[in-house]
T-cell receptor, first 111, second 114 residues
Framework: GENVEQHPSTLSVQEGDSAVIKCTYSDSASNYFPWYKQELGKRPQLIIDIRSNVGEKKDQRIAVTLNKTAKHFSLHITETQPEDSAVYFCAAPAGNTPLVFGKGTRLSVIA | GAVVSQHPSRVICKSGTSVKIECRSLDFQATTMFWYRQFPKKSLMLMATSNEGSKATYEQGVEKDKFLINHASLTLSTLTVTSAHPEDSSFYIC??????????FGQGTRLTVV
């Protein structure tokens, strides 16, 4: 089955700096890669996703890159703000099974 | 995006009692829903897959008799924690997703067993 590894587990950045979170997956058939942001005590919210037919997708300060050959994808947040502080999860599906989530990255943006 | 509603958001119960959590997909029919458990500062752990009109599929290590799942309609799945104990205290969250697309999560339920 699918195995998703996420790094780092914690990340602290100064406000205005960039943050990068990386994930690897094992199932070469996976074709959809979402990123979720979860604030304390709340549900995960989709912030960006990418399908395997593109290598990069950007939405304002957030971007995701995908390298299918190496089976890894990354989340990039530029010009970080305190409200970006949260736990971020990557995920990947495996065939018809539900999404398999990474272990999460706790991002702290220091003002 | 699609809306999934989970209820209750918080529940405190006495040890030995049972608690039912509901998960509803409000604007699409979900033949499959998923139940996760999340420990503090940890990732989402899939507990079981809820299948409409048939038995749920449980992940390894999850007790079927402890966590009863019923998916009676295309818009409602329920998770019942039976004979709850303090170690069952956790954040439980459901999702409904279409294959190959994003998961839509409920608000989550924080269960505290005292």
């Amino acid at each position: 089955g699918e195995n998703v590894e996420q790094h780092p587990s914690t990340l602290s950045v100064q406000e205005g700096d960039s943050a990068v979170i990386k994930c690897t997956y094992s199932d070469s058939a996976s074709n959809y890669f979402p990123w979720y942001k979860q604030e304390l005590g709340k549900r995960p919210q989709l912030i960006i996703d990418i399908r395997s037919n593109v290598g990069e997708k950007k939405d304002q300060r957030i971007a995701v890159t995908l390298n299918k050959t190496a089976k890894h994808f990354s989340l990039h947040i530029t010009e970080t703000q305190p409200e970006d502080s949260a736990v971020y999860f990557c995920a990947a599906p495996a065939g018809n099974t539900p999404l398999v989530f990474g272990k999460g990255t706790r991002l702290s943006v220091i003002a | 995006g699609a809306v999934v509603s989970q209820h209750p958001s918080r529940v405190i119960c006495k040890s030995g009692t049972s608690v039912k959590i509901e998960c509803r997909s409000l604007d699409f029919q979900a033949t499959t829903m998923f139940w996760y458990r999340q420990f503090p500062k940890k990732s989402l752990m899939l507990m079981a897959t809820s299948n409409e009109g048939s038995k749920a599929t449980y992940e390894q290590g999850v007790e079927k008799d402890k966590f009863l799942i019923n998916h009676a309609s295309l818009t409602l799945s329920t998770l019942t924690v039976t004979s709850a104990h303090p170690e069952d205290s956790s954040f439980y969250i459901c999702s409904a997703d279409r294959v190959g697309t994003e998961a839509f999560f409920g608000q989550g339920t924080r269960l505290t067993v005292v």
